[in-house]
Nanobody
Framework: QVHLVESGGGLVQAGDSLRLSCLVS????????MAWFHRAPGKDREFVAA????????SVADSRQGRFTISKDSAKNTVSLQMNSLKLEDTGVYYC????????????????WGQGTQVTVST
């Protein structure tokens, strides 16, 4: 079973930057897609960005383009999310997820989830 552990969350001011990291362990496959999701208080998990584990092809949600960047380091088994110019609405729990399916923009597309890391943005 693949195991995902997020880190890097914290309390920041609007306009600050954070870099989240997801450590991947277990039998991750080269065909897998890794993703970051955001859950704001009282809302469902929302797709943020995804990257193919083998090829490094990325996809970023329209609402996050220009501020968020996803990347991977296969040698270190990590997936990162660089978050710049953070806004109040970015507050919430960020989850790392993995899927081996053909769809990747919805919560139900993913089989494996990390425990999440809290990001709080203040004005």
């Amino acid at each position: 079973q693949v195991h995902l552990v997020e880190s890097g969350g914290g309390l920041v001011q609007a306009g600050d930057s954070l870099r989240l990291s997801c450590l991947v362990s277990g039998p991750i496959d080269s065909t897998s897609v890794m993703a970051w999701f955001h859950r704001a208080p009282g809302k469902d998990r929302e797709f943020v960005a995804a990257i193919t584990w083998g090829g490094g092809t990325t996809s970023v949600a329209d609402s996050r383009q220009g501020r968020f960047t996803i990347s991977k380091d296969s040698a270190k088994n990590t997936v990162s999310l660089q978050m710049n110019s953070l806004k109040l609405e970015d507050t919430g729990v960020y989850y790392c997820a993995a899927t081996n399916g053909n769809y990747y923009t919805r919560e139900r597309d993913y089989d494996i989830w990390g425990q999440g890391t809290q990001v709080t943005v203040s004005t």
